[in-house]
């Protein structure tokens, strides 16, 4: 089952597009990130599969993107949005706080605050690329919470190999900041999708569901 909704926060309005289950163990609240909207392909495959593992998915656009505007905010404005948005779910599982990329920024500042069980970072930009002394390795962390870290095997953001070496992490072979794989790569597109959301599900189930 699929509604959205709009919701009001101090920096406009955002939407709040729910993939629900019929008897959800866990909801995952899923942010997007500076590049593309809540129709980015990682996004859609889990909003997509999930639930039929019994995982609510609500994908989350911020007021900027839903205004139309072409660049993303300040982190402190990205924040206030989606404090304001989580704030107004209504859910009765164990919460999930995640996005991918900017997303994934925005869910490790405010995951504890908001009180959820773990936090799914996809893409996590650890780094401007070509920029690896300058980390957003703390900011990872900053949660204290349960975290699964996506990420692609060539992402300019930050490869697997650059994280902490106790960091839990999916790596996605061959694929670059988007998920996106080569012709020649060992997975086509969608095998890259399902092996993503097959780690998320092993990883919530085991950290967050039980």
């Not at 599982?93 to 936090?119: D, N």
Request: glycine share 10%.
């Amino acid at each position: 089952m699929t509604d959205e909704r709009i919701v009001g926060t101090p920096h406009g309005e955002a939407r709040i597009v729910a993939y629900r289950a019929r008897r959800p163990v866990a909801t995952l609240a899923l942010g997007h990130g500076a590049g593309a909207g809540i129709e980015s392909g990682d996004l859609a495959a889990l909003a997509g599969r999930l639930p039929k593992q019994d995982m609510n998915v609500f994908l989350i656009e911020q007021p900027w993107r839903r205004a139309g505007r072409k660049l993303a905010p300040a982190p402190k404005v990205l924040d206030e949005a989606w404090i304001a948005i989580i704030g107004q779910l209504r859910v009765r599982t164990p919460l999930v706080i995640g996005g991918r990329s900017a997303g994934a920024r925005v869910a490790c500042r405010t995951a504890s605050s908001l009180g959820a069980s773990g936090v799914l970072a996809m893409s996590f930009p650890l780094h401007a690329p070509g920029k690896p002394e300058k980390s957003r390795v703390d900011e990872l962390h900053q949660a204290g919470l349960p975290t699964l870290v996506v990420q692609g095997e060539r992402d300019p953001f930050g490869t697997p190999e650059e994280f902490p070496p106790l960091t839990e992490m999916a790596v996605v072979p061959d694929a670059d900041h988007s998920f996106k794989v080569p012709k020649r790569a060992e997975l086509d597109q969608q095998e890259t999708y399902d092996l993503l959301v097959e780690a998320v599900f092993e990883w919530v189930t085991r950290e967050v569901s039980g």
